[in-house]
């Protein structure tokens, strides 16, 4: 009987960390989502460089992460320094009876890395398409290098990790604590903090708004890989989100996984058609942007709490995100922050409202332990930011000239165009 359930106990740890390592690939897939989103929506002379920041700050991600971002974030040995040793499965086992294992999560050290790592890029990634067309892509990576390694690990550390903020206080309030389930807060709206810091530091690209304030449109030069990018953004948060509810290996597990899919699933399909009627709405025209950043929202929405919705909620939590997107953006506009791609507004404006939504179908939450979460995570991200920003920006300098500006960042940068043929010589 011993040999059984030991052999039950394995076979759910090989489970366990085979899934993690699925979603974990997945979440890495998103990479690949944000550059096509980014590249379809700048013009065409910014194109090899969105492309060439993308994988830049994916592999920076991963490196930086490795050597101290983790250790910062859950106190374990540095995975650089040799913190993953090979697993004993006999003193897993004992670990297990001793701690009472009655279907917990069981996974590798290593997966969970994994998994962590391909998050914090995806953070990273948010910041890219904001300060697109306009930043010289040497600050960008140097900035990326903090962000990794210390900026988002401490308010990782303060929220997944558990550890107190600063060794202060928690974030709780009363005996609730701060939730946020998949990263609407701690993944999404950090990254639209640093993005937006690094935006008001940029300031607008030029011609993008007029002598008398008027918006003026930039059209992104490929609409179809804008588009492929958020169709491999929305099966990558499969991942994101079922990843998240970190075990597959029982009954229950099995279930919520297929509940957080299905919710996360209605939820973009809410976003997306709100924003699009509230476009026609406001335009007159089905836009194909707004769609696009409404299934966006619709996810970053639901991420915070897609295991406690009905799918009904999932999909109005999906529409709200989709609806707020577009008001979002058009008050950005006015207000001269200039976002390319809207990562602003989807990742920030909307990730906020995921984290406050939770406790609407979650009753082991509240508003306030929410809000504090929330205010934590903007409050360092955005000030960590802005003072890296400022530093770079006295230092090297963020923002490429006027005349690399109208020249592109391609040959600036990068010394090559994406669409060769269809430049005039």
């Known amino acids: 009987m011993e040999e059984?359930?030991?052999?039950?106990?394995?076979l759910q740890y090989a489970m366990d960390t085979f899934y993690f390592l699925v979603c974990g690939a997945l979440v890495m897939w998103m990479a690949a989502g944000f550059a096509m989103l980014e590249?379809?929506?700048?013009?065409?002379k910014n194109t090899t460089e969105i492309l060439t920041k993308n994988v830049a700050l994916f592999a920076i991600s991963c490196i930086m992460y490795m050597v101290v971002g983790y250790n910062i974030m859950y106190g374990s040995a540095g995975i650089f320094l040799g913190?993953?040793?090979?697993?004993?499965?006999?003193?897993?086992?004992k670990d297990s009876a001793e701690a009472g294992f009655e279907g917990g999560a069981v996974y590798s050290t290593a997966a969970d890395f994994f998994f962590q790592v391909v998050f914090v890029a995806t953070a990273m990634s948010i910041v890219s398409g904001a300060v697109a067309e306009r930043m010289k892509l040497w600050a960008f990576l140097a900035f990326a290098v903090v962000m990794t390694s210390v900026i988002y690990p401490l308010e990782g550390s303060w929220t997944w990790g558990g550890k107190d903020v600063f060794g202060l206080f928690s974030l709780s309030v009363g005996d609730v604590a701060f939730t946020d389930f998949a990263g609407s807060g701690i993944v999404h709206m950090a990254g639209a903090a640093a993005a937006l810091a690094g935006v008001l530091l940029l300031g607008a690209r030029k011609g993008k708004y007029g002598p008398n304030g008027e918006v003026i449109a930039i059209p992104g030069a490929n609409l179809p890989?804008?588009?492929?990018?958020?169709?491999?953004?929305?099966?990558?948060?499969?991942?994101?989100n079922g990843g998240s509810v970190l075990k597959l290996g029982d009954v229950n597990s099995a279930h919520a996984v297929a509940m957080v899919f299905l919710n996360t699933n209605a939820a973009a399909a809410g976003g997306a058609i709100?924003?699009?009627?509230v476009a026609r709405l406001l335009f007159g025209k089905a836009d194909l942007t707004m769609l696009l950043n409404g299934a966006l929202a619709g996810l970053v929405a639901i991420t915070a709490g897609p295991d406690t919705p009905t799918a009904l909620a999932a999909t109005l939590i999906g529409a709200a995100g989709g609806v707020l997107v577009v008001f979002s953006i058009v008050a950005l506009d006015k207000l001269k922050i200039d976002d390319p791609v809207g990562a602003i507004s989807v990742h920030g404006v909307v990730g906020f409202f995921g984290v406050m939504v939770v406790p609407v179908t979650n009753d082991g939450t509240s508003f306030a332990a929410q809000a504090?979460?929330?205010?934590?995570?903007?409050g360092w991200v955005f000030g960590a930011s802005l003072v890296t920003w400022g530093v770079l920006k006295v230092v090297m300098g963020i923002r490429v000239s006027e005349e690399e500006e109208y020249e592109g960042m391609d040959i600036v940068d990068c010394g090559m165009e994406a669409y060769p043929e269809f430049t005039n010589k």
């Open 4 to 10: 059984l359930s030991n052999n039950i106990y394995q």
């Open 39 to 44: 590249a379809g929506l700048v013009r065409s």
């Open 83 to 93: 913190g993953i040793e090979a697993v004993d499965a006999a003193q897993v086992l």
């Open 225 to 240: 890989m804008a588009t492929l990018g958020t169709f491999i953004l929305w099966m990558g948060w499969f991942g994101f």
């Open 274 to 277: 709100c924003a699009l009627i």
């Open 372 to 378: 504090l979460g929330a205010a934590v995570i903007f």
